[in-house]
């Protein structure tokens, strides 16, 4: 296996991880302040609009590299 392939297969691989991560740290945030369902869907727009911000990037790049 090629260093390219590697990143190919592991740079996706471990951002979703890290995605995944960090939304399970906004929930733990949210549950520790008990800050309810509003709160929780403030912290999870406010804090995970980067997260929507990289996931829109990467799905516009593929689209107009086609």
Do not use: R
Request: with cysteine; hydrophobic share 55%.
């Amino acid at each position: 296996m090629s260093e390219e392939q590697f990143a190919n297969l592991a740079v996706p691989l471990l951002c979703t991880g890290l995605i995944l991560y960090m939304f399970f740290i906004i929930y733990k945030l949210a549950k520790e302040s008990k800050a309810g369902k509003k709160g929780f869907l403030v912290l999870l727009f406010v804090l995970g609009f980067g997260m929507f911000g990289f996931i829109a990037k990467t799905i516009l790049t593929e689209i107009l590299q086609k």
